[in-house]
């Protein structure tokens, strides 16, 4: 975990409104000291002191206190790789985070803040470890909903991120859990805080990103690769989730390397 910006139990006047409609190009955690009110993507929600959000990168970001001073921790962040990423999948995004162990979640942010000096290379290496214990610590405490056939949809969603070239559809997927269309819809939703389809585009994503990286692959047939019939929607969808297309990322990572 790259940790780009951290503050600890920041106080802001009871009329600041945090509000990026375009969102940032890395993400941002918030844990909120002050009854708020959140804004992204997925809707607007109510937020209890001890609630958290972790919002994605180049998505709505607006929240503000509805009473008196906003006070809150935030990190603005990175994950280190795609496999880091992938690891913490289960963190949902843009949406309210229902927390136990508060004190936990402070006190790892605390020693974050507190390491001395840095710029230095002891520091960076001691702020990268706390981060990847941040990260381990928030995806254990957060509060699992109770929802019907957890097993089997944890059991679909783990086959969907091992599988995203499958021609995913609600029909098939809800076969797989012997749900109807709309049971499954709804559920899925109410367990992983996302759409069923929506965590096949981002599986679908992720494993692109790693295929683009292959000198001999081309932006065709990583779209093939990746279960896409057709490249212009590939393109589309990868512009919509990484903010460039596949051609740029492609060229923009062989620079890099």
């Known amino acids: 975990m790259k940790i780009i910006k951290l503050m600890s139990n920041m106080t802001l006047p009871e009329n600041f409104v945090w509000d990026y409609p375009d969102g940032e190009d890395h993400y941002l955690f918030v844990l909120f000291k002050s009854p708020s009110m959140l804004v992204t993507d997925n809707g607007a929600f109510s937020v209890d002191i001890g609630d958290a959000v972790v919002l994605d990168r180049f998505a709505h970001q607006k929240y503000y206190s509805t009473s008196g001073k906003f006070v809150h921790d935030f990190i603005h962040f990175d994950f280190d790789n795609a496999a880091e990423k992938l ?32 710029d230095s290379p002891l520091s960076q290496s001691i702020a990268s470890h706390l981060g990847r214990a941040f990260l381990l610590a928030l995806k254990a405490c ?3 909903p109770q929802v019907e056939h957890l097993p089997e949809l944890i059991h679909l969603r783990n086959d969907v991120k091992s599988n995203p070239q499958f021609p995913w559809t609600v ?35 992720e494993l692109a990103k790693r295929l683009l990286l292959i000198p001999e692959i081309t932006v065709a047939k990583a779209a093939e690769l990746c279960g896409y019939e057709n490249k212009e929607h590939f393109i589309r969808q990868f512009k919509q989730k990484e903010a460039t297309t596949p051609g740029r990322y492609k060229k923009e990572r062989s620079k890099q390397s």
């Open 87 to 118: 690891e913490f999948s289960d963190i949902p995004f843009s949406t309210v985070i229902r927390i136990d162990h508060y004190a936990l979640i402070t006190n790892i942010l605390d020693l974050i803040s507190n390491c001395p000096v840095p």
């Open 171 to 205: 029909d098939n997927m809800a076969k797989r859990v012997a749900l109807s269309r709309s049971q499954l819809q709804l559920l899925y939703r109410k367990a992983f805080n996302t759409s069923c389809i929506d965590d096949v585009i981002a599986s679908r994503i």
């Open 142 to 144: 957060i509060r699992t």
